[in-house]
């Protein structure tokens, strides 16, 4: 004859094993989503760093910040994946570094 008590033991290893692997699961997936979010992030640091790289670089080698993104991307090699990201560059003088803001393009 079983106890209630064995019967509630053996009630709580069934429920625990599918429960586990739900939490597992979800562990998993908040995870991936986490590391999509980072590389997002990072890509957009990565590029706003390049584009400011590319200025610093024209600044030291023809004396003036570029004028334009389009400038950086004709003379020093700056690539723009448009459909992901928007720049925006806005220059104001030769002398002082243009202010450049990356952010991520919605459904990107």
Do not use: W
């Amino acid at each position: 004859m079983t106890s209630g008590k064995t019967k509630f033991t053996a009630a709580l290893r069934v429920l625990a094993v599918p429960s586990g692997m739900a939490l597992a699961a979800l562990a998993l997936t908040m995870a991936v989503s986490n590391l999509s979010d980072g590389s997002t992030v990072e890509g957009r640091g990565r590029l706003e760093d390049a584009v400011r790289r590319a200025a610093v670089t024209c600044y030291a080698s023809e004396g003036i910040y570029p004028p334009t993104l389009a400038y950086l991307e004709e003379h020093y090699g700056v690539q723009v994946d448009e459909s992901r990201y928007t720049v925006f560059y806005e220059a104001f003088a030769e002398n002082l570094m243009p202010d450049i803001t990356v952010v991520e393009n919605e459904g990107a």
